[in-house]
């Protein structure tokens, strides 16, 4: 298949930063807007999107999570023929500059999954930090070595066909971007690291559940170093 790359935006009660991120974004790519049960101001403002065509708009009944969205916009890039699909945030934290790098190293290595690498200024928060170092930890375990930088930065390029295989088996909340970068190196895909710049602004909005979230990340580390060790034993 000719490398022919989409955006994949998903968005969920980002009103003040989505219309931005797909206005920027369009300069280099096709947008696939993928709204995640937003509340009326968040809809409305991925609706104006839409009627404007400034990107293909699909509207999810409820809220089902950042894995759940960003899995239906590959379900819709696949339909639409699409090779790769760049993922990023409603949220406008990524450096949106980089990403004819990021499609550079798509087109070089078709097969490869390329990953954001975060460069964080000041505005980071502290916690947030020592989650990821965290999570870098049990990842490096999961994948035998250091194979993926940041696990949790949604700035990223996957090959459809792979992404689509895999998606469905991944927890599909903020679990998401960690299992499939995990699932996808165990399938046998190359990674591509690509350092980029990640800011936190007032009009931002996170939908990270500290208690929730880190819980369910836990709980999906527990099971992939159970399979990582499970795969080694048998040979896989």
Same mark, same amino acid.
């Given at each position: 298949m000719a490398f022919s790359p989409c955006a994949v935006i998903p968005t969920y009660d980002n009103p003040d930063t989505v219309r931005e991120v797909v206005e920027l974004v369009r300069e280099h790519v096709p947008v696939i807007l993928v709204d $995640?049960?937003?509340?009326?101001?968040g809809r409305a403002v991925v609706e104006a999107i839409g009627a404007e065509g400034l990107a293909q708009v699909h509207h999810r009944s409820q809220n089902g999570g950042k894995g759940a969205g960003v899995t239906t916009g590959f379900e819709l890039a696949r339909a639409a023929g699409y090779s790769h699909a760049l993922q990023v945030d409603a949220d406008g934290q990524h450096a949106l500059e980089d990403i004819p790098?990021?499609?550079?190293?798509?087109?070089? /290595?078709?097969?490869?999954?390329?990953?954001?690498?975060? *460069? +964080?200024?000041?505005?980071?928060p502290t916690g947030r930090l020592v989650g990821r170092q965290i999570t870098r930890f049990w990842? &490096?375990?999961?994948?035998y070595g250091r194979v993926i930088d940041d696990p949790m930065c949604g700035f990223r390029v996957y090959p459809v066909e792979a992404a689509c295989a895999l998606a469905p088996r991944c927890g /599909?909340?903020? $679990?998401? $971007?960690i299992e499939i970068a995990v699932r996808? *190196?165990?399938?046998?895909?190359? *990674?591509? &690291?690509l350092p980029t710049k *990640?800011? +936190?602004?007032a009009d931002g909005v996170s939908h990270f559940h500290l208690v929730r979230d880190n819980l369910r990340i836990s709980w999906m580390h527990s099971k992939l170093v159970l399979s990582s060790w499970l795969r080694l034993l048998t040979g896989r």
């Open positions: $995640d049960g937003s509340d009326a101001p790098a990021f499609l550079d190293a798509a087109r070089a /290595q078709p097969e490869a999954l390329i990953l954001g690498a975060p *460069v +964080y200024d000041d505005s980071a990842t &490096n375990i999961e994948t /599909q909340r903020m $679990d998401f $971007d996808l *190196v165990w399938a046998g895909l190359p *990674v591509v &690291n *990640v800011r +936190y602004h």
